[in-house]
């Protein structure tokens, strides 16, 4: 998961970053990843209790603007929007599980990246 997250992180969101939008990232915000709890409106455990999973809700850029998935997936402008919807493609090809917010509504606010098995990707 670690190398998953960082080579997403590199080889994804920096190269997004600098190609879309001509600044490189300095901060990915997250909202989490381990947490002892199931899966919303279930009885499964959430792989959030396993520490296999991380919730990410934002990007900090060199040049100070701050892209959010809950302002910028849908309401941003044309490039900060390319820019969500390259890096979310990015994370499908390099985590099992990839949730965004066009998935529903738990997950308007951020990317949902776990483990790196069988593809998921929403």
Same mark, same amino acid.
């Given at each position: 998961? &670690?190398?998953?997250?960082?080579?997403?992180?590199?080889?994804?969101?920096?190269?997004?970053?600098?190609? %879309?939008?001509?600044?490189?990232? #300095?901060?990915?915000?997250?909202?989490?990843?381990?947490? /002892?709890?199931?899966?919303?409106?279930?009885?499964?455990?959430?792989?959030?209790?396993? &520490?296999?999973? %991380?919730?990410?809700?934002?990007?900090?850029?060199?040049?100070?603007?701050?892209?959010?998935?809950?302002?910028?997936?849908?309401?941003?402008?044309?490039?900060?929007?390319?820019?969500?919807?390259? #890096?979310?493609?990015?994370? /499908?090809?390099?985590?099992?599980?990839?949730?965004?917010?066009?998935?529903? &509504?738990?997950?308007?606010?951020?990317?949902?990246?776990?483990?790196?098995?069988?593809?998921? /990707?929403?």
């Amino acid at each position: 998961m &670690a190398r998953a997250f960082n080579d997403w992180a590199r080889f994804g969101v920096e190269r997004a970053a600098r190609q %879309i939008l001509g600044s490189p990232v #300095v901060r990915i915000e997250t909202m989490g990843s381990y947490a /002892c709890r199931n899966i919303a409106g279930s009885d499964r455990r959430s792989a959030h209790a396993r &520490a296999e999973a %991380i919730d990410v809700s934002g990007f900090v850029l060199a040049d100070g603007r701050r892209i959010v998935l809950r302002r910028d997936w849908n309401g941003g402008d044309a490039a900060t929007r390319e820019f969500l919807r390259m #890096v979310h493609q990015s994370a /499908c090809r390099r985590f099992g599980t990839v949730l965004g917010p066009d998935y529903n &509504a738990a997950h308007e606010d951020h990317f949902h990246l776990e483990g790196t098995g069988p593809r998921f /990707c929403r």
